[in-house]
C-alpha cells in the first residue's frame, strides 16, 4: 500500500447510508369453522330429504255438479246452512242441494321448521363466502428483506466507494391436512358442492318462489326442533354462525426507512474490511504486506467484537475461535489425505507401466 492504513481518517471521512425495506406477514388461519360446518351438513341433508309437510284445506262453495267429492264436512256444512238446499223429498229423505262445500287438501312446505333451514343454508353459503374471502387455503408466513447500503471514503489521495445490495426471502405454508388425507382446499370445495347441492333441492325452491321470510334469532323451540336429531345439529351450528368470532390471528408489518442504528454501523465496519482486504492486490508477492493486511484484519475484528453491543465472555470467545481453528485443521487434513490418495494411485499406476516394460526388455534379450 502506497499510503498507510489510518482507521481513524477512514471513519472520519465516511459517508454512508443504508436503506432498509421489509414486508412481514403472519398469517395463522383457525379452521375451526369448517369442521363445524363439515359436522352438521350430514344432519341438513336429511332434513331435505325429507321435509315435513303441512295439509292445506281450501273450503270453497260450489254448484253440485261442479263437486268433485263429497265428503263429511260437506254434509255438516249442509245441515248448518239451509238455505243451500234446492228441494227436498219427503217420501224419500232425498236432499236435493243447489251448492255444497268443496274442501281442495294440498301439502304445503311453508313450516316454520322448514323456513328455518332454508334460512339457515342462506346464512351458510354467506358465511361461507365471508371466510373464504377472508382466509386463505393454509396458514402462511412471510418474511421480506431488503438493504441497500452505499458509502464513500476517503484516505489521503485514495477515494473509495461501496454499493451493497442485499434481499431475502423467508417463506412458510404448511399445508394442513385431516385424517382421510384431505387438504383445505379439498374439503372447501366439497363444502361448496354441498352447499350448492342444497339450493337445488325442493324444499329450498320452493320456499324460494314463495319469498318466504327469513327466520330470525332466537330460534322458536317447537317439539320437532328440539326432540328431532337432524334439527338439534342444524340449531347447534345455526348458534354458531350467530355468535361466531375469529380466532385468526394476522401480523403484519411494513417498512420502509433509512437506518441510522448498529445495523448502519456494522455494514461501516464490513465496509472497512472489504477495503482491508482488497490492499493485498496491491502486491501479493510481498510477505510483510500480506501479512500486515492480516493482522489488521484480525485486529480490527477483534474490535469489533469488542465494541458490539452483544454480550459475550472471554472463554466463550476463545471456545468459538478454537472451534473455527478446529474446523479448518480438519478441512485441511481432508485435502491432504485426498492429495495423498491421488499421488499414490499415480505411483502406483506409473510403477505398474514400469515393471510391464522391463518384463518385455528381458523377454526381447533372452
Known amino acids: ?50 321435509p315435513k309437510r303441512f295439509i292445506i284445506n281450501e273450503e270453497e262453495i260450489v254448484k253440485v255438479e261442479q263437486s268433485k267429492k263429497t265428503t263429511v264436512e260437506s254434509i255438516i256444512h249442509l245441515t248448518q246452512h239451509t238455505n243451500l238446499i234446492q228441494d227436498y223429498n219427503e ?28 334460512t339457515l343454508i342462506e346464512n ?13 387455503l393454509n396458514s402462511l408466513f412471510q418474511d421480506k428483506k431488503y438493504f441497500n447500503y ?54 329450498h325452491k320452493t320456499l324460494t318462489h314463495l319469498h318466504v321470510s327469513p327466520v330470525r334469532s332466537p330460534i322458536r323451540k317447537t317439539n320437532v326442533i328440539l326432540k328431532n336429531p337432524n334439527f338439534q345439529q342444524a340449531e347447534k351450528l345455526w348458534n354458531y354462525i350467530q355468535t361466531f368470532e375469529s380466532k385468526d390471528k394476522t401480523e403484519k408489518d411494513k417498512k420502509d426507512y433509512l437506518d441510522d442504528s448498529e445495523l448502519r454501523n456494522q455494514y461501516n465496519q464490513m465496509f472497512m ?56 485443521k480438519s478441512i485441511n487434513k481432508d485435502k491432504r489425505k485426498s492429495i495423498y490418495n491421488i499421488l499414490r494411485d499415480r505411483l502406483d499406476s506409473e510403477e505398474k507401466k514400469i515393471s510391464d ?5 528381458k523377454g526381447d534379450y533372452q
Not at 243447489?98 to 328455518?116: A, C, Q
Not at 501479493?284 to 453491543?309: C, G, K, L, P
Not at 516394460?357 to 526388455?361: P, T
Open 91 to 118: 217420501d224419500t229423505n232425498e236432499v236435493k242441494p243447489s251448492k255444497v262445500l268443496n274442501i281442495n287438501k294440498d301439502e304445503s312446505l311453508d313450516t316454520y321448521e322448514n323456513r328455518f333451514v332454508y
Open 150 to 203: 452505499t458509502a464513500n471514503t476517503n484516505i489521503g489521495i485514495e477515494n473509495m466507494k461501496i454499493d451493497v445490495v442485499f434481499s431475502s426471502i423467508a417463506r412458510d405454508s404448511k399445508e394442513i391436512v385431516n385424517e382421510h388425507g384431505e387438504t383445505i382446499s379439498d374439503r372447501l370445495k366439497k363444502v361448496k358442492l354441498q352447499l350448492d347441492g342444497f339450493t337445488q333441492t325442493e324444499l
Open 273 to 328: 474490511m472489504l477495503y482491508t482486504a482488497n490492499a493485498l492486490i496491491e502486491d501479493t508477492a510481498e510477505t510483510n504486506n500480506y501479512d500486515r493486511v492480516i493482522t489488521d484484519m484480525i485486529d480490527r475484528f477483534i474490535e469489533n467484537i469488542i465494541e458490539s453491543a452483544a454480550p459475550i465472555e472471554e472463554d466463550e470467545l476463545k471456545v468459538k475461535v478454537n472451534k473455527e481453528i478446529d474446523k479448518i
Open 1 to 50: 500500500m502506497d499510503n498507510e492504513f489510518n482507521q481513524d481518517d477512514f471513519f472520519e471521512n465516511l459517508n454512508s447510508t443504508l436503506l432498509v425495506k421489509r414486508d412481514y406477514q403472519n398469517m395463522q388461519y383457525d379452521y375451526e369453522w369448517l369442521e363445524k360446518i363439515e359436522t352438521a351438513l350430514p344432519y341438513i341433508d336429511n332434513i331435505l330429504r325429507n
Open 124 to 136: 351458510m353459503r354467506l358465511f361461507y363466502q365471508m371466510r373464504t374471502k377472508e382466509t386463505g
Open 357 to 361: 516394460m522391463i518384463y518385455l526388455l
